[in-house]
């Protein structure tokens, strides 16, 4: 089932109206469902509401026009979503918009335009309308798209004009609302998957005969490391793979390498390189009881955030996977205005969680422009502790946050990661050699599919499956609260 959020404020009411109609048209295309948030007069949207909007395929933002813009309310709703952009979390989510004013035009164009802006800020996929205008000698009114929005849909409401009598009926008609925007939008949710596994997520290799094959798994007492494809994923037929679907490569074709130019990945295809110790191979998940998926990324800043959250869940006795997504990857050097902005993500993490940002990481790391960002080798390094000493990942993932964040220290090199490793008592040669083996292209391609897959956008995120079910479980409001987080996860565990 696909979501749609309508987000919008409403002053006196018409827009209220408004975005009713866009909730029914939205609600009467089949397998999709209205998620209706209407923004306070505050403009404060709750912590537990943003999830809510995340969880959506599409968001639909609606605002009146008040001296030729959205509403002040609405605007500091949008401020608001700057954590979220900082995390690309609403990435290549459908966005629409509409708008209401008293005057057949009242500068409505620049509403529509400041929403498509927002839209674009995160990296979503805008909907018009998709409307012809009513423009001929005989239209008025209460024809549809009489104000000929095609960018949005545009609605007027006269001045002296209730809410029950405006905005009149084929205004009511315009953008999500109308026959055929409805449809658009509904086409565009379906079509929209095979665009975001075309532009972020990559096909799994299957086996003769169109199971997909579990993933090779790392057991032991508390953490699981996903390694090529999906527990979710077990037991299903695959369908003919979409066109756009193919995966794509590097310039040279090839998979990714270290910085001395040595292969991240053993030769040859990263499905013949050496596996971990124990292999599944079967068509049900292996264990009835209840398994925490942990999508994370080592370079992301708020996986570091949730460090708490994931050592309380699993001191609590929750199997937890690790999948690690590739947020820098491939390798490159991040912009002056991007590590400003990590920077302040940085900072409120710090006031959140207590985490500590060393001056060795805000100073030198993170405002050093030749820094090279790069989760691949990372993610490796996570997958070869393991194969080397069964248990380890989660404690190597938390030594490479450390590692950066108070240290400094620049955890792309191979160097690096194996003085880590030697620091959780790990031998440094074998680590090494496990690193430049493990299927680290596979693992990430897995953890690409598997988010596509539950409607995950961004890091960290969390997925609880339990009873053959996958749900998300919200988290951005117990940062630094590691007890109300086992709480919520044995909430939805039942």
Known sequence: MNTVAIVYYSGYGHTARQAQAVTDGVASVPGIEALVVR???????????????????????????????????????????????????????????????????????????????????HGQIWVGTGLLPSNRLESGHGDVNYAGGFAGALAISPSDASAEQAPRAGDLENGAAARPARRRIGQSLLTASCGRLARRAFRARRPPGGTVMSAPFVHHAQHRVAAPHILGLIGRKSAAPHPCCEAPRGADGRAGAWPDGSPAVSPGSPVAAPRPRAVIAQAK??????????????????????????????????????????????????????????????????????????????DGLLADPRTMWWSRPAIAAVLAADAVDPGSASRMLHAIQQAQYREGLRVGEAEVLADVARGLGIDAARFLAALRAVPVDHHIRATR?????????????????????????????VYGDPPAFVMRLRKVAG
């Open 285 to 362: 998940p292996v264990t009835s009881a209840p398994l925490l998926h942990y999508v994370y990324d080592p370079l992301c800043g708020w996986c570091y955030a949730a460090a708490p959250l994931v050592a309380a869940a699993a001191a609590s006795g929750v199997t937890i996977a690790l999948h690690g997504g590739g947020l820098f990857d491939p390798a490159r050097h991040v912009p002056a205005e991007k590590r400003q902005a990590i920077r302040m993500a940085d900072r409120r993490i710090a006031a959140l969680t207590g985490q500590t940002f060393a001056s060795a990481y805000l």
């Open 39 to 121: 923004i306070p007069e505050d403009g404060v949207v709750s912590p537990e509401t943003f999830e809510a909007i995340g969880e959506a395929t599409a968001i639909i933002y609606g605002s009146p026009t008040y001296m030729g813009g959205p509403s002040w309310q609405f605007k500091r709703f949008a401020d608001a979503t700057s954590k979220v952009w900082i995390m690309q979390s609403w990435k290549d989510k459908l966005a629409a918009g509409f708008t209401n004013s008293a005057s057949l035009n009242g500068d409505k164009g620049s509403t529509i335009s400041y929403l498509f802006t927002l839209s674009q800020q």
């Open 449 to 477: 599919l598997f988010m596509a897959r539950v409607g995950v956008n961004g890091f960290p995120a969390f997925i609880l499956e339990a009873g053959g079910r996958f749900r998300r479980i919200p988290h951005d409001s």
